[in-house]
């Protein structure tokens, strides 16, 4: 079975550029993660999807993240115009259960390490 | 909201000693806990949870955790550390008790295991 795959791995960029972070999740997970994790700490969530539907979006800093899902598969993270303080590893993540109690792990892909200069 | 603390930055122990990494939590009501692990330019990997039942919880590559209530702790074990043990682990909780997908990890702890 096929892990998340996120791509690009790496992403250097300059401050006030775009840049945009895609992600696959493993097949038939209806629930996709997108996390922010600053160097020596833990992942904080950006935001969640249920197939679709952004159910949780109240950590993304809408000013200039945004993010999307179309049909439920693949997503794509977006950062414009993007500043130092993003510099981060951007993790994907997917999981078969959502809200409903069966508190599923999440499985995560390898990230994108995002430098901004 | 709830939360989780892993009290050490970093655990030093030698190949083939007992490793333990410590975690304990602040939650309302009964405490949906995980362990995940981190390897160098990976993601995060599912070792264990604990939902309810026994207190010892089993979980991949032999590692182990105990939920203690009154102490309000979810250590990871394992008897016999490994060289690969080598790696940044995490505890985590649901934020809140309406959300399991929304979990809020542990700043982490550097686990280093030496020949």
């Known amino acids: 079975e096929a892990g998340v795959v996120q791509s690009p791995r790496y992403k250097i960029i300059e401050k006030k550029q775009p840049v945009a972070f895609w992600c696959n999740p493993i097949?038939?997970?209806?629930?996709l993660y997108w996390y922010r994790q600053n160097l020596g700490q833990g992942p904080e969530l950006l935001i969640r999807?249920?197939?679709?539907?952004?159910?949780?979006d109240s950590q993304l800093p809408k000013d200039r993240f945004s993010a999307e899902r179309l049909k439920g598969v693949d997503s794509t993270l977006k950062i414009q115009p993007a500043e130092l303080g993003d510099s981060a590893v951007y993790l994907c993540?997917?999981?078969?259960?959502?809200?409903?109690?069966?508190?599923?792990?999440?499985?995560f892909g390898p990230g994108t390490r995002l430098t901004v200069l | 909201a709830q939360s989780v603390a892993q009290p050490e930055d970093q655990v030093n122990v030698a190949e083939g000693n007992p490793l333990t990494v410590k975690c304990t939590y602040s939650?309302?009501?009964?405490?949906?806990l995980f362990w995940y692990v981190q390897y160098p330019n990976r993601g995060l990997q599912f070792l264990l949870k604990?939902?309810?039942?026994?207190?010892l919880v089993k979980g991949s590559y032999g590692f182990e955790a105990e939920f203690n209530k009154s102490q309000t702790s979810f250590h990871l074990k394992k008897p016999s550390a490994l060289v690969s043990d080598s790696a940044l682990y995490f505890c985590?909780?649901?934020?809140?008790?309406?959300?399991?997908?929304?979990?809020?990890f542990g700043a982490g702890t550097q686990v280093v295991v030496t020949p």
């Open positions: 993540a997917s999981s078969s259960t959502g809200t409903s109690g069966g508190a599923g792990e999440q499985f």
């Open positions: 097949s038939g997970h209806n629930t």
């Open positions: 999807y249920e197939n679709e539907e952004a159910v949780d």
């Open positions: 939650v309302s009501g009964n405490p949906y």
């Open positions: 604990y939902i309810t039942g026994d207190n």
């Open positions: 985590a909780v649901p934020r809140t008790t309406d959300s399991w997908g929304k979990l809020q």
